[in-house]
């Protein structure tokens, strides 16, 4: 019984094969983190993708805002004529719009909310428009650009993400 405790043939087999099981196991986890950041990298470029592509929406909407405006200072166009293009504009392209009046009746706040395709991300936009004493032209300057998300439920089908019940009923 001795002799075969002191016998030493194989424990190299036994040391080979439990370091493949050590490396299997090592070399699946860092394919599978691997994996997962692909995956992330995929959503973040398609996120940047929407939203620059939301962004570009944005912009040609503030430049046709703007050359309405300038059409209006360059009296190529009166005012009353100029901003019912500029609504029309929004309407056709915009989500939601406003158009603020000060009191004597001119516009003086445009707050307008660009939407991608989805309807799911957002561009909140706010113009303040102002009367120049010198030129008595209008002057536009953006006050708001603002990203937001609608709200969205988390699918929380993980099995991973469920409590098991004996930890659920502990109070700490």
Known sequence: MVKLLRNEEGSSSVLIVVMMVVLIVF????FSTALSNMRLADKKIAWKNEYYQLESKSNRIIGDIITVIEDINNK???????FATIDQMLSDSCSEHD???SADGNPSEITLNVTNENGDKNIAITLVLSQDQ???????????FKEWQKHFDIDDSSP???CPAALTDITI
């Open 160 to 162: 991973f993400s469920k």
């Open 134 to 144: 010198q030129t008595n032209g209008l002057s536009v300057r953006i006050t708001k």
């Open 76 to 82: 190529k166009t009166d005012r009353t004529s100029g």
């Open 27 to 30: 070399g699946l986890a860092i």
């Open 99 to 101: 158009i603020a009046r």
